[in-house]
């Protein structure tokens, strides 16, 4: 009696899941990414229990031991095996709110980070760094992206409100290019941008009129300087519309003191 075999050459008829993998708790990974030809069944486990589909590749949300088996279409069965690993992050989405008075140095930390990026308008000593030092002069917004030990990251939001007493009313300028004097400044106006400056001469007549003020009128009236002189303005302003305040004085203009 001859008996014969049919040797089927299963060189190909493997595959690799990878390297182990971390994610982190509401991460998504994708394993499974394989191609292998005549695939007759798959079949997914998580430790040892039999997961309800046969995707490759396969999206994973949970830590565990994943198990990949693959039948080819002669019966030959192969698989490999992968280990998820799930951490906790110590950082969390965020949004936190700042209160400080103009000139006032803040240091800003995110307890269990270990790198931050940090992006803003505002002052902010380094955006690169772990605990950068915010110098409050205006109302504003700091994004930080943060990542922890494990590669775990999060996005946290500062919201910054600069809080100052009434406006000090100035009553001198030299405005002769000394950088003294120079210009009429009002410490903190930057905080109220909904702000209206308005200038008379002694006879009240208007020499100078904006809105959202600068900080940077150096006595000049339709671009030729006034001249020495006591003048008067009236600085209206407020946060918003239901907080107006008004601020009135004499202004002496001396050029070469």
């Avoid at 007759?40 to 046969?54: A, H, P, R, S, Y």
């Avoid at 998820?84 to 140095?105: H, K, L, M, R, V």
Wanted: overall charge negative; aromatic content about 10%; proline content about 3%.
């Amino acid at each position: 009696m001859m008996v014969s075999f049919v040797i089927e050459d299963l060189s190909g008829f493997s595959f690799s899941l990878g390297e182990d993998l971390s994610i982190c708790v509401g991460d998504v990974a994708t394993i499974g990414d394989i191609e292998l030809d005549n695939i007759e069944n798959i079949v997914w486990t998580k430790d040892g229990q039999e997961l309800e589909t046969n995707a490759i590749p396969l999206s994973v949300d949970e830590g565990g031991v994943y198990v990949l088996s693959i039948e080819n279409d002669v019966g030959c069965i192969t698989s490999d095996e992968i280990l998820i690993i799930e951490n906790s992050p110590s950082i969390f989405d965020n949004i936190e709110f700042i209160e400080g008075f103009i000139g006032e140095q803040i240091t800003l930390d995110i307890p269990g980070a270990s790198s931050v990026l940090w992006t803003s308008t505002l002052d902010l000593s380094c955006t690169n760094c772990l605990n950068p030092i915010l110098t409050i002069s205006e109302d504003g917004i700091i994004n930080a992206s943060a990542f922890d030990d494990n590669g775990c990251s999060a996005d946290i939001e500062y919201n910054v409100t600069a809080i100052i007493t009434d406006l000090v009313a100035p009553n001198f300028i030299s405005p002769n290019g000394d950088t003294r004097n120079d210009a009429l400044i009002f410490e903190g106006i930057q905080v109220y941008p909904e702000n209206e400056l308005r200038v008379f001469n002694r006879w009240g007549e208007l020499m100078y009129s904006t809105e959202d003020y600068q900080n940077d009128w150096e006595g000049v009236s339709f671009d030729e300087e006034l001249p020495d002189g006591v003048y008067y303005y009236i600085l209206r302003y407020g946060k918003d519309d239901s907080s107006e305040n008004e601020l009135k004085s004499d202004l002496l203009i001396i050029r070469n003191n």
